[in-house]
C-alpha cells in the first residue's frame, strides 16, 4: 500500500510556536498532498508538492518532501488556536491507467492559547 | 461557487431502511469522490468517477452499497439495506482533471447514524 503514516499521532503546543509533523509513505509517488480537517468538517486541501520539488511554501506553511526517503514534513510557523485542527498526508495509489488518493490516519494538531 | 454540496447534513436511519447520500460537485471538476470516515478505519476510498464514469469501486463494502453520477452535476450514494456498521461520516470531493494530480474539494459530509 502506498499509504502515507503520519507521525507524531497527537501534537500539543503552545500559541506561537512551531508545529512539524511528518509523513512517510511506501512506494514512489508523483506527488504528496496535505489536507486540514476541523472538528466535524469535511477536509481542506493545504499544498501539493511534485516529486521534483523539495520544498514548498504557503503563508505560514512550509512542505518539504524527500523522495530519496519516502517522507515529508509540515511545517506550521508561529501556530495560532485556529490551527487546531487534524492533518492528513495523501499519497497516489496507482492501478493501472488510473489513480486515487490514499489518505494517512491523520495528526491531531492542538494548539492552546 | 459553493464548494461541494452534500445533503442531507445528518441522517439518522433504521436498520434495513434505506439510505441515499447527495452530492453536487464544483462546476467544471471532472472527478469525483465517494470516501467513508471512521474512528477505528479512518478515511476510505469507496468509489470515484471520472466524466461521469464509474472509475474504480473495489472500495464499496458490499452490495448493499450502490454509486450513481447521472450527470456531470450530480451524484448518489445508496445503502440498501442499511446496517448499523454503516454508522460513519460519508465525504463526497471533486477535482480538476484526472486521477491525483489536483488538490480534491471535500464537501461538509454527511453524518449517517444507523440505530
Known amino acids: 500500500s502506498q499509504q502515507g503514516e503520519e507521525d507524531p499521532q497527537a501534537l500539543s503546543i503552545q500559541e506561537g510556536e512551531n508545529a512539524t509533523m511528518n509523513c512517510s509513505y511506501k512506494t514512489s509517488i508523483n506527488n504528496l498532498q496535505w489536507y486540514r480537517q476541523n472538528s466535524g468538517r469535511g477536509l481542506v486541501h493545504l499544498i501539493l508538492i511534485r516529486s521534483n520539488e523539495r520544498e514548498k511554501h504557503s503563508g505560514r506553511l512550509r512542505v518539504t518532501l524527500d523522495t530519496s526517503k519516502k517522507s515529508s514534513s509540515l511545517l506550521i510557523t508561529a501556530s495560532r488556536a485556529a490551527d487546531t485542527a487534524s492533518y492528513f498526508c495523501?499519497?497516489?495509489?496507482?492501478?493501472?491507467?488510473?489513480?486515487?488518493?490514499?489518505f494517512g490516519k491523520g495528526i491531531t494538531l492542538s494548539v492552546r492559547p | 461557487d459553493a464548494g461541494v454540496i452534500q445533503s442531507p447534513r445528518h441522517e439518522v436511519t433504521e436498520m434495513g431502511q434505506e439510505v441515499t447520500l447527495r452530492c453536487k460537485p464544483i462546476s467544471g471538476h471532472n472527478s469525483l469522490f465517494w470516501y467513508r470516515q471512521t474512528m477505528m478505519r479512518g478515511l476510505e476510498l469507496l468509489i470515484y468517477f471520472n466524466n461521469n464514469v464509474p472509475i474504480d469501486d473495489s472500495g464499496m463494502p458490499e452490495d448493499r452499497f450502490s454509486a450513481k453520477m447521472p450527470n456531470a452535476s450530480f451524484s448518489t450514494l445508496k445503502i440498501q439495506p442499511s446496517e448499523p456498521r454503516d454508522s460513519a461520516v460519508y465525504f463526497c470531493?471533486?477535482?480538476?482533471?484526472?486521477?491525483?494530480?489536483?488538490?480534491?474539494?471535500f464537501g461538509s459530509g454527511t453524518r449517517l447514524t444507523v440505530v
Open positions: 470531493a471533486s477535482s480538476l482533471g484526472w486521477g491525483t494530480n489536483y488538490g480534491y474539494t
Open positions: 495523501a499519497t497516489p495509489t496507482v492501478t493501472g491507467a488510473n489513480s486515487k488518493l490514499t
